[in-house]
């Protein structure tokens, strides 16, 4: 296997594994049992590249068909949900700390699935059109995560939490145009430093984008 290809993977499996923890962590914190758990750790997980795929044209989705990625979502979800159940006293004791990994996790999945989502659109023949190829990178990443907020019944977080799509779509524009001017490899560790960082730091300091609030009673 040519070294692009198995970096390319290696994004694809670390993208799976930290949205099937973040997805199931989400899912225990709401009280899930433990099919939802692993059905909404995969649904996080996997989402977000059937839509990518749905946007161009690719059916039945690549994670769907691949036996591997199916296996690592709903194992990666189970264990989990069993850790949770061992260490149970804990991951309800301390919800600061879980959050705290959910966050790290959820960062590692939004820049891996950002990355792989600009890379196979591009291999699909979208490279020129610089919006497009983008707005895949930004769908691939964020879309598991509203699936599994849409069917939980919570607001997703792309619309209300700490510059979480904001991340993304800075990493996007980072790999797609550092892609053009440097090797692959050193545009894929910026982008992963780019919206990690972004990620964590809004998490941490409470980052927000401007809203709009419902004025106080007087």
């Known amino acids: 296997m040519q070294t692009a290809s198995l970096i390319f993977?290696?994004?694809?499996?670390?993208?799976?594994?930290?949205?099937?923890?973040?997805?199931?962590?989400?899912?225990?914190?709401?009280?899930?049992?433990?099919?939802?758990?692993?059905?909404?750790?995969?649904?996080?997980?996997?989402?977000?590249?059937?839509?990518?795929?749905?946007f161009l044209g690719v059916f039945p989705p690549r994670n769907f068909c691949n036996a591997e990625h199916l296996f690592c979502a709903v194992v990666t979800s189970l264990c989990v949900f069993i850790v949770a159940k061992i260490f149970n006293n804990f991951f309800f004791n301390n919800y600061k700390k879980i959050n705290?990994?959910?966050?790290?996790?959820?960062?590692?999945?939004?820049?891996?699935?950002?990355?792989?989502?600009?890379?196979?659109?591009?291999?699909?023949?979208?490279?020129?059109?610089?919006?497009?190829?983008?707005?895949?990178?930004?769908?691939?990443?964020?879309?598991?995560?509203?699936?599994?907020?849409?069917?939980?019944?919570?607001?997703?977080?792309?619309?209300?939490?700490n510059v979480y799509a904001t991340a993304v779509l800075l990493g996007a524009i980072c790999y797609f145009f550092l892609g053009k001017i440097v090797p692959d490899l050193a545009a894929i560790l910026v982008t992963f430093v780019v919206v990690v960082a972004i990620r964590i730091l809004a998490a941490t300091f409470h980052w927000d984008l401007p809203k709009i609030e419902r004025p106080t009673q007087q």
Do not use: W
Not at 35 to 45: E, K, P, Q, S
Not at 104 to 128: C, K, N, P, Q, W
């Open 9 to 54: 993977e290696i994004i694809e499996f670390a993208g799976i594994t930290a949205f099937a923890i973040s997805g199931a962590m989400i899912s225990i914190v709401r009280k899930m049992d433990v099919f939802g758990v692993v059905f909404l750790g995969f649904i996080t997980a996997l989402g977000g590249g059937a839509f990518r795929d749905v």
């Open 100 to 161: 705290t990994i959910i966050n790290i996790f959820d960062a590692l999945g939004l820049a891996a699935f950002t990355i792989s989502g600009i890379r196979l659109t591009v291999e699909a023949g979208y490279g020129d059109h610089e919006f497009f190829t983008i707005f895949m990178g930004l769908l691939t990443a964020v879309g598991g995560g509203l699936l599994r907020d849409i069917m939980s019944k919570a607001t997703p977080l792309i619309f209300c939490k």
